[in-house]
């Protein structure tokens, strides 16, 4: 199994920057790509960006695309996603997840993902 720690999450204003880190530990030798996803109150769970972890090929949603940046620090097992130009929509618990079976593309949804981290909530003010 994979364990996954979020930080970085918090209280900023609109138009400002955070950035999030995910930590991943146990059997981080099978990752083959990482992953951010958000959910909002009454809203279901949605992709953001991912990055698989040999090439590093990133994809994004089209809401973030230009404003957020997902990387990965493999020596750490850790990947980021720096967030700019923040919108109140962004307002969410931001949740980092794993895959571990090979895929021949970057996944995007939620069932590519085999282990999730606890979330860390980002609320944009406007």
Same mark, same amino acid.
């Given at each position: 199994?994979v364990?996954?720690?979020?930080?970085?999450?918090?209280l #900023?204003?609109a138009? @400002?920057?955070l950035?999030l880190?995910c930590?991943?530990?146990?059997?981080?030798?099978?990752?083959?790509a990482?992953?951010?996803f958000?959910q909002?109150?009454?809203?279901?769970r949605e992709?953001v960006?991912?990055?698989?972890w040999?090439g590093?090929n990133? *994809?994004?949603? @089209?809401s973030?695309?230009g404003?957020?940046t997902i990387?990965?620090?493999? %020596?750490?097992?850790t #990947?980021y996603l720096?967030?700019?130009? *923040?919108?109140?929509?962004d307002t969410?618990?931001?949740?980092? %997840?794993t895959?571990?079976?090979? *895929? @021949?593309?970057?996944p995007t949804?939620?069932?590519?993902?085999d282990?999730?981290?606890?979330?860390?909530?980002?609320?944009v003010s406007s």
């Amino acid at each position: 199994q994979v364990q996954l720690v979020e930080s970085g999450g918090g209280l #900023v204003q609109a138009g @400002g920057s955070l950035r999030l880190s995910c930590a991943a530990s146990g059997r981080t030798f099978s990752i083959i790509a990482m992953g951010w996803f958000r959910q909002a109150p009454g809203k279901e769970r949605e992709f953001v960006a991912a990055i698989t972890w040999s090439g590093g090929n990133t *994809l994004y949603a @089209g809401s973030v695309q230009g404003r957020f940046t997902i990387s990965r620090y493999s %020596a750490k097992n850790t #990947v980021y996603l720096q967030m700019n130009s *923040l919108k109140s929509e962004d307002t969410a618990a931001y949740y980092c %997840a794993t895959r571990s079976r090979p *895929l @021949g593309i970057v996944p995007t949804t939620r069932y590519d993902f085999d282990y999730w981290g606890q979330g860390t909530p980002v609320t944009v003010s406007s």
